[in-house]
């Protein structure tokens, strides 16, 4: 557990260079829980429909994921990495950007 934090903490002092970079904020929460509040700027591709939609995603430029508690993200990191994408980041829980 405090790992999982350690390296969330870390990914969210990347995330101001990350966004520079050309990044993209993915919510991977439900279309509901995306709608209730997010972060300006996200897209939201909830976990259960990633694999379909990877396309929308861009490569090339880094991706940092969230969703309510950083576990969903976790979960869409290892996805995405697993399908080719490298420079993949999660953020934990969506709250922590909008700090």
Not at 19 to 48: C, M
Not at 85 to 99: C, E, M, P, Q, Y
Request: hydrophobic share 35%; glycine share 8%.
């Amino acid at each position: 557990m405090a790992y999982k934090k350690y390296t969330q903490y870390k990914v969210l002092k990347l995330v101001p260079t990350l966004l520079k970079q050309g990044g993209q904020i993915v919510d991977v929460r439900s279309k509901t829980e995306f709608a209730y509040a997010h972060k300006d700027g996200s897209i939201n591709i909830p976990l259960d429909l990633l694999k379909n939609r990877m396309k929308e995603l861009d490569n090339t430029k880094p991706i940092i994921l969230c969703c309510a508690s950083g576990s969903r993200s976790g979960l869409a990191k290892r996805t995405l990495i697993a399908n080719g994408f490298i420079d993949v980041h999660n953020a934990g829980t969506w709250r922590s950007l909008i700090k």
